[in-house]
Structure formats: structure tokens, C-alpha cells
């Protein structure tokens, strides 16, 4: 059963959908990618419920339907719209719960399983571990340099395609079509310059050593936006139990590889959660 839900997160609003499996199910968090929302997850979720999950899809604040200022957004803030999830879950679950991202939402993952126990299984997917190292290249770095001494003119927001044009995020020509005319997408591929000089600070590393669950750890070997190294950074940082799946597969899996991550996500957390009594 699929139903449209809402809860607040620090004052905003924000919205997405619960697949129902069943009260002692174990239910999975899919957080989805910077610019993007739960649309993300239109195709994955629905086959994790028919494998006995229940599945929590919601937009992050500034993203989709959910409500915030478009490309003003801050890492804490999505971490405490993942623990507003959890809260919200209190009163619709008994059984366990996992989370997983890809992207932006493995890096938010990541810091929430630091942060909150309810978490009891994690995976993460083409992680920007560390931004610094992989997005912060001589000439982003000239253009932050720029818009940081615009900003202080005048407040604006700075499309994402300067930064990260899509051909480094997706492959599927069909796919990039159908993403570039969706107008919630598009409206949310803005930032200003504090959010992106926030980005840059990341450190997924030293969160994930806080984190004491089960975790894997996915890149795809075709990820043209982040190294593989990123993911072996976050992979060597974390605690055991922990696993690294390298995939056939680009920077979003969850719209160009969905049934290769399904596989690998359902055995997971079917090994990783169990079912409370």
C-alpha cells in the first residue's frame, strides 16, 4: 500500500510517500540524490516492498514538494529532516530500520546513523565522502572564489550545471530528457555560494567511524562525477561489519541500474535486519 504522507522537520514541511508492507516489517529510508527527489525512487521501492519491506520516500527540505528556499540548503538540515523521518516512523512501525542513499543522500545517511541508533543498518552509494578532494578542482575553485565576492554584492543562486553538468551524472539519453523536463528537478539544480562552500567541507570519514551497524558500500565503476576512491575512503574509515560492492554501473543507480541495485540492497538489509518479535 502506497500513501502520500507529510511530517515537519524544524518548521518546514516536508512530503513524500510510505509504502506499507506491514507494522513488523523492516523498513528501509531512501534518501534521495542532490537536485533530484522521491521520484527517484519510483521504480525501486515498490520491488524492495514485494521482497517484505517497508519503504519511507520523502523529499529533503529545498528539494521537490517539500518545503524550503531552493538552493539555500545546509548538510544539518538534511540530517535532521532523516531524523524527523525517524520520529515520524515511531508511530508506524515496530520492526527495524535501514537507511540508504546515493550521492547527497549517502553522505546524509551517513551523518544520521552517526547521530541517531534507530538506524540499524546502512548503505550508501557513490558517496561524496570528501568533496574536497574530488569537486573542489582548480577552476570550481576559481568560480566559488567569484561567486562568494558576488554574493557579498547581492544575494543570488548559481546553476548547478556550472559545476556538475549532467553527462558527468547521467548516461540514459532518456532518461536525461525526462529529468531535464521536469520542472522540480530543474528549479532545485541552484545553489548559492554559502551551500556550496559548506559542500566542500564534507566529511563523511570521520561521521562514518562514529557509526557501529552493518554497512555497505557501492560505487559504480562508471561513476564519471566521483572517484571510486571516494568510497574506498568512506569503506576504510567505517567499522565492521562492512562490505564493498564495486557495480557495473554510473552515478545514479536508482534511475539507470535500478534492478542491479535492488539485488544488491534487498540482500543486504534482508541479512542485516531482523525482524523484532
Not at 14 to 43: D, N, Q, W
Not at 70 to 98: H, T, Y
Request: with cysteine; glycine share 6%; charged share 25%.
Amino acid at each position: 500500500m502506497k500513501r502520500r504522507i507529510s511530517f515537519e522537520s524544524e518548521g518546514l514541511k516536508l512530503t513524500g510517500h510510505f509504502y506499507f508492507r506491514g507494522r513488523k516489517a523492516p523498513t528501509l529510508i531512501l534518501l534521495h540524490g542532490m537536485c533530484y527527489y522521491s521520484v527517484e525512487y519510483e521504480e525501486l521501492a515498490p520491488m524492495l516492498v514485494e521482497k517484505g519491506f517497508n519503504c519511507l520516500v520523502f523529499d529533503f527540505r529545498c528539494h521537490g514538494d517539500s518545503e524550503g528556499k531552493r538552493g539555500d540548503w545546509r548538510l544539518k538540515g538534511f540530517v535532521a529532516d532523516v531524523i524527523s523521518a525517524l520520529d515520524f516512523l515511531e508511530n508506524e512501525v515496530d520492526g527495524p530500520i535501514g537507511a540508504f542513499g546515493n550521492s547527497l543522500g549517502g553522505v546524509v545517511a551517513v551523518y544520521a546513523a552517526a547521530q541517531d541508533s534507530r538506524i540499524e543498518a546502512l548503505a550508501c552509494c557513490n558517496t561524496a565522502t570528501k568533496p574536497s578532494k574530488a569537486l573542489y578542482t582548480p577552476l570550481r575553485r576559481w568560480l566559488l572564489a567569484f561567486i562568494n565576492f558576488m554574493s557579498k554584492v547581492m544575494p543570488f543562486t548559481v546553476n548547478m550545471s556550472y559545476f556538475i553538468p549532467k553527462s558527468l551524472v547521467l548516461s540514459d539519453e532518456e532518461i536525461i530528457e525526462r529529468i531535464e523536463n521536469d520542472p522540480k528537478v530543474f528549479e532545485t539544480r541552484r545553489f548559492t555560494a554559502k551551500s556550496y562552500s559548506e559542500m566542500i567541507k564534507w566529511d563523511a570519514s570521520r561521521e562514518v567511524e562514529k557509526v557501529h551497524v552493518p554497512i555497505l558500500v557501492i560505487h559504480g565503476k562508471h561513476d564519471k562525477l566521483q572517484p571510486v576512491s571516494q568510497s574506498e575512503l568512506l569503506y576504510e574509515s567505517a567499522n565492521q561489519p562492512k562490505q564493498l560492492e564495486l557495480i557495473e554501473a554510473g552515478h545514479v543507480p536508482t534511475l539507470e541500474q535500478t534492478e542491479m541495485l535492488y539485488d544488491l540492497l534487498s540482500d543486504w538489509f534482508i541479512h542485516n535486519l531482523s525482524v523484532k518479535k
